[in-house]
């Protein structure tokens, strides 16, 4: 699979995993406990936070909760999103579990993991998804295509919008977009409709000195004068095989209509 060698197998575990193992158990009961000793604080403050009990009804079989603009929100993703801010545990969902974006007003459709929560960009036509509980990101940006008729220029102009787009505030980080020359793509014909599949990695450097590094697998296309480009993003150090295998799904699903 082309888009699978883009974004390479994940590392195999190093002699490290056990002792990893064992720290993760040690933390999990360390959190179990510290929640047994906490219940009645954290459950009063989940109560009191706006919008936890119209969820849980949600959960329980009453109204599904809102979608926004027409992205669907299941009942369970969204209370999750307020178990998960106060550190209490989760509803499983699965991560082979996807749903279909498809908004009418919208040129492009892609499919998503369902535990990700979606918006619309407010600052540009796009979206953004994410995935609360580990920062993955997914976004699609769409903007005139460059007027340079190379591949270059295009490829250039895909990675400037996912990484560093028009009005981005970047806070107290540092992000730059990576040399070209660092970045991998191979281009292939979809039902007569040419997309250019890409991959990099980018670095951010916090306020605090520290570097986050990130792998980018995302998809390009340019139709009627218009570019269109789904992104996603995974932090490095949490990369997997089922990471992989989530986001190619997601970009091999990304269809321009």
Do not use: H
Request: hydrophobic letters at 40%; a positive charge.
């Amino acid at each position: 699979m082309a888009v699978a060698s883009l974004a390479g197998r994940a590392p195999a575990p190093g002699a490290g995993a056990g002792a990893g193992a064992r720290r993760g158990d040690r933390a999990r009961a360390s959190a179990s406990a510290s929640g047994r000793a906490g219940r009645a604080p954290r459950r009063a403050l989940l109560l009191a936070a706006g919008g936890a009990l119209p969820l849980a009804a949600s959960a329980l079989g009453a109204a599904p909760a809102p979608a926004e603009e027409g992205i669907p929100l299941d009942a369970d993703v969204a209370l999750n999103a307020v178990l998960s801010a106060y550190g209490l545990p989760r509803f499983r969902v699965s991560p082979r579990d996807f749903r279909t974006y498809d908004v009418f007003n919208n040129d492009y459709t892609f499919e998503y993991p369902r535990s990700w929560v979606g918006r619309p960009n407010r600052e540009r036509p796009g979206c953004i998804f994410s995935d609360f509980n580990t920062a993955d990101q997914l976004k699609v940006e769409a903007f005139r295509a460059p007027a340079e008729a190379g591949d270059d220029a295009f490829l250039r102009a895909a990675v400037d919008a996912l990484v560093v787009p028009p009005g981005l505030s970047s806070g107290d980080s540092k992000l730059e977009a990576p040399d070209v020359r660092r970045v991998r793509s191979e281009s292939r014909d979809v039902d007569g409709t040419p997309y250019t599949y890409i991959a990099f990695v980018t670095n951010t450097t916090t306020r605090s000195g520290y570097d986050v590094k990130r792998k980018n697998l995302a998809v390009a296309a340019r139709v009627r004068g218009q570019a269109y480009v789904l992104g996603t993003s995974v932090r490095s150090d949490m990369w997997s095989d089922e990471k992989a295998a989530q986001v190619i799904r997601v970009v091999e699903s990304f269809r321009v209509r």
